[in-house]
């Protein structure tokens, strides 16, 4: 099987079919990534779509000594911080109730209203370790944050998440 | 209870849904689309001068928001704007701003204020991003009651999102009449008219936005030398689901997505050198009536 660079490279000289192995191979857990942050399908396929439509615009740019889906799923997870922090009404006193539910609910109810209860930018710190298996150093590299940065996001996620449950008694 | 909550999060990882095929097959269309040869770029080298210019730009935009009013009116207008709006038209004891909101590079907002202690900002963005709002008539409706005042509406192609703060929470009417009045004085940019597209307009399209971009840039004017853009038409636009999102399908069906490729900036950031727009023609000509992105 050809490697991202190898296909990496193709695409750089044009093949089409070369993008789109690399798409089969990524869009999963890209796709993921954004319906993690986002918790909507159009916005998380608008997200992801959005990853690979810059990746095939700036392959030039891309690093073939680094793995290639960090870098896709940081764009995507950029991009979903964004289209979610645009849903944000104007006015600031409008944000306290603010939450990201999820479209198609998760088995675990109480967990899932924890979750929505979460800003972008800690579910994603959350999805990424979690559900992605990334580990706190490749999340910093991911999000393009100091290692200290995700670590107190993921800790202050955590946090919120036990205060939320326990406060429910589940 | 951490290590229950990890263990209740690792389970609901394995419950993540599935992109459906139908999304992932589209996605994959225009991704795949969007694969050119690369032809290298010689490395540049800019200042970050250029970054702080672009920040500074912005920056003045945002101090009006926060003079508190005075009693002369400042009008400060970035060409964030397409070919019309959005903002505040000027008026007598208002101050008015409009700027693009640096952390999308789409969004504009747009500030009004006086010496009364009154501040309507407005954020304008593409209705894609917020499918379901509904549909509105300029002017708006200042609500009633209440220090801030929230409006919402989608109008032509963009939602607006408009916070109106008054200085107590029972204002003189006189000063609610003046805020009722500026509301009135807000500018959103319409949906076109637009023609059915010729073989030829995709070409004519991307020549147009090229030409009218250097007028229209927000950021600093030497930016744009040596863009470069793609154009592609109706349905096969990659973004033509938020184009139809924003003006309906007819209008989307007739619109020419244009990606313009800023090189000077391809080595500070994807997001300052890529910029998307959609273009339509009418009777009157070209127009731009979106910045996608």
Redesign the interface.
Known sequence: METDADLVLA??????EA??QL??RH??RV??AA??TTGE??L???A???A??????????FDLSRPLEPWLVR?AINRAV??V???R???S??LADERYAF??P???EE??EA?SRLGPERRAV??LH???DYTTPEIAEVLGVPLGTVNSRLARA?RD??LH??ARNV | MSDEIERRLRAAGHRLPDPADADTRVARAHAVAAVRPVRRRRPLVLAFAVVLAVGGAFGVGYAVAGNGGSAKPVVIRKSAALNAGPGFLPAEGWSIGVALDPQSGSVVQATATNGNGTRIAARFEAASVHRGVPRGLLPLRLPDGGRVRTVVAHVGATVVDVGVTFRSANPPVAVVVAAREELGRLVVPACPAALPLAAADTGAAKAYVLRWLPSHYSGDASEVAGATATARSGKAMPRYGEAAADCGAPVAARSVEVDVVLPKLTQISASLSELTYFAAKTADGWTVWERAR
Do not use: M
């Open positions: 695409a750089r000289r044009g093949s089409r993008f789109g798409f089969d869009w999963p796709w993921r319906y993690s399908r159009e998380a396929n608008d992801a779509q959005d690979f439509l810059r990746a095939a615009s700036a392959l030039h740019r764009i964004d289209l922090r645009a849903r009404r104007l006015v006193e409008d479209d198609e998760l088995p675990d967990l899932q979750l959350i999805a979690y559900w992605l955590l998440l036990r449950l326990e």
